[in-house]
């Protein structure tokens, strides 16, 4: 059981370039999170999703879109990258309401 | 507005020590509360959940945390610390508005020395 897969790993982008972070899980979750982690600031919420077809934004939705075609799928794409979005991602999937995440493992990106 | 505090953004305890790691949340609506720890360079790992049950909530590892209405507190204890319980430790509330929304604590690093 691979629980949620997430890649690349590690990601160097350039000002402006776009890009899709990669997110999969295996355990027929409906809901899907994508949450970026910053020094001192613990988790804030991209974008998530509750079933497929259906995303809305979280705290922090700016510069990032989502979609999720499958159950299993949800990749986070970054329209024109910025140094302030560098960060490490999360993706993170739960069973149902009020029940813990299981997260990947992350997605560290620099945008220089 | 709901949010978690965590007092202490370090803890530092000998091995075999007691781990008190606190934490705070504001809600206007009984929440659900989780503990999550965070090793170097991995995603995090539920360590255990608060769901209106019981108010003393064991998880794994060893840890278990209480659950007090009257001081709006979700402290996570350990009796002994192992080396490798050096971690990131998170504290998060769960609570229904448009959606169910999880809000992070900003974190607890955990040291332990031998």
């Known amino acids: 059981n691979a629980g949620v897969t997430q890649t690349p790993k590690f990601q160097v982008l350039k000002t402006g370039q776009s890009m899709t972070l990669q997110c999969a899980q295996d355990?027929?979750?409906?809901?899907m999170s994508w949450y970026r982690q910053d020094p001192g600031m613990g988790l804030r919420l991209i974008h998530y999703?509750?079933?497929?077809?259906?995303?809305d934004q979280g705290e922090v939705p700016n510069g990032y879109n989502v979609s999720r075609s499958t159950t299993e799928d949800f990749p986070l794409r970054l329209l024109s990258a910025a140094p302030s979005q560098t960060s490490v991602y999360f993706c993170?999937?739960?069973?149902?309401?009020?029940?813990?995440?299981?997260f990947g493992s992350g997605t560290r990106l620099t945008v220089v | 507005a709901q949010s978690v505090t965590q007092l202490g953004s370090h803890v530092s305890v000998s091995e075999g020590a007691l781990v008190l790691l606190r934490c705070n949340y504001s809600?206007?609506?009984?929440?659900?509360l989780f503990w999550y720890v965070q090793y170097p360079n991995q995603g995090l790992q539920l360590l255990l959940k608060?769901?209106?049950?019981?108010?003393l909530v064991k998880g794994i590892n060893g840890f278990e945390a209480e659950f007090k209405k009257s001081e709006t507190s979700f402290h996570l204890t350990k009796p002994s610390a192992h080396m490798s319980d050096a971690a990131e430790y998170f504290c998060?509330?769960?609570?229904?508005?448009?959606?169910?929304?999880?809000?992070f604590g900003p974190g607890t690093s955990l040291s332990v020395i031998p």
């Open positions: 608060y769901t209106s049950a019981a108010t």
């Open positions: 355990m027929n979750h409906e809901y």
């Open positions: 998060a509330v769960s609570v229904w508005t448009s959606y169910d929304k999880v809000i």
């Open positions: 999703s509750v079933g497929a077809g259906i995303t």
């Open positions: 993170a999937s739960k069973g149902g309401e009020n029940y813990g995440y299981t």
């Open positions: 809600s206007s609506v009984p929440p659900y």
